[in-house]
């Protein structure tokens, strides 16, 4: 956090997972120049869009902003949207987390709730008290989906850190996971190679359930087949 100075923030726990687990994390700059963004992505095998804190500037999926939570900035938005376009037409693999989720949504023409306990009465909150390495509610996994393949569950705990989540799932992609409330915890796109993402975050589970660890180890495998 950087106060007015614009400054890059990142958990390094993203990192060190892709790390760990095997692959070799290189973190993009917000570039500008449509070449310099294609350029970049020449020199990776796949994607991890991680989470921001920050919400998508709700323009982005027409509508205004209803309510004050603090917004990333357009450039960021614009990058990570452009990701989500190229790494579709290129079939490079994408792991959306949390924002990187609706991210992929709103990108493939998707919208948000802008926030949950005001828009979903009834919703559990989704903003635990606790810290992410606690799980705190279930989610059912769609059969037959990518992240079924992937985790081998049909269902699974998952930590709870959003305020927003899926509201229309974007026409090419498919809702996989549904939280016990009817949120929408993971979507993905059947065509593609590997393109899925998760409303929880693996990033602070991974080191101590299999099941989470899963995720990125599937993301490096379908990223050393792009490599092949
Ligand atoms: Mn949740």
């Known amino acids: 956090m ?11 726990r993203y990192i060190r997972a ?8 290189l973190i993009l700059p917000l570039v500008a120049e449509p070449s310099a963004r294609r350029r970049l992505l020449d020199l990776v095998d796949g994607l991890l869009i991680t989470g921001s804190g920050p919400d998508l500037p709700p323009h982005l999926y027409g509508e205004e902003q209803h309510y004050e ?5 357009e450039r960021r938005a614009d990058f990570e949207l452009e990701l989500v376009h190229q790494a579709r037409k290129r079939d490079l693999p994408v792991l959306g987390i949390c924002g990187g989720m609706q991210t992929v949504n709103v990108a493939c023409g998707g919208s948000l709730y802008q926030d949950i306990s005001a828009q979903v009465p009834g919703a ?6 606790t810290t992410a390495v606690h799980v705190v509610h279930s989610v059912t996994v769609a059969p037959q989906s990518l992240l079924n393949k992937v985790i081998a569950k049909s269902k699974l705990m998952v930590n709870s850190s959003h305020h927003q989540s899926v509201k229309t799932v974007a026409p090419s992609l498919k809702a996989s996971a549904m939280a016990p409330d009817g949120i929408i915890e993971a979507i993905e796109s059947p065509p593609h190679r590997f393109l899925l993402a998760i409303q929880w975050h693996p ?9 989470h660890r899963r995720l990125f180890e599937a993301l490096l495998r379908a990223a050393r087949r792009t490599r092949a």
């Open 69 to 73: 939570f603090p917004l990333v900035s």
């Open 2 to 12: 950087g106060g007015h100075e614009p400054t890059y923030f990142l958990r390094a």
């Open 18 to 25: 892709v790390e760990e687990l095997g692959g070799i994390p």
């Open 124 to 129: 559990l909150d989704h903003r635990q008290k």
């Open 203 to 211: 990033e602070f589970l991974f080191e101590r359930h299999a099941v």
